[in-house]
């Protein structure tokens, strides 16, 4: 399932990258120090900023580039 892509155009592929590692949206706020809640709310594409530090801190855990989880889709004119 994608994740969704709000107005801004940007589409978090977090959901995939936790599904291909086996890891758990748990597991990882677990391992990066972030509320369950905050992330869950990155998953799902509602967020409308991310830290350079937590930013870092997922990729760090997750063994990805920034470029992996955050992608741009122009939404269709």
Do not use: W
């Not at 977090?14 to 905050?38: C, F, H, K, P, W």
Request: with cysteine.
């Amino acid at each position: 399932m994608k994740d969704e892509v709000l107005e801004h155009g940007i589409e978090v592929a977090l959901g995939e990258i936790l599904a291909e590692r086996g890891i758990t949206l748990t597991d990882l706020s677990l391992r990066v120090g972030i509320t369950l809640a905050n992330l869950s709310i990155l998953k799902n594409g509602h967020a409308k900023a991310i830290r350079f530090s937590t930013l870092s801190r997922i990729c760090e855990e997750l063994d990805c580039q920034p470029g992996e989880l955050l992608r741009y889709r122009p939404s269709p004119s």
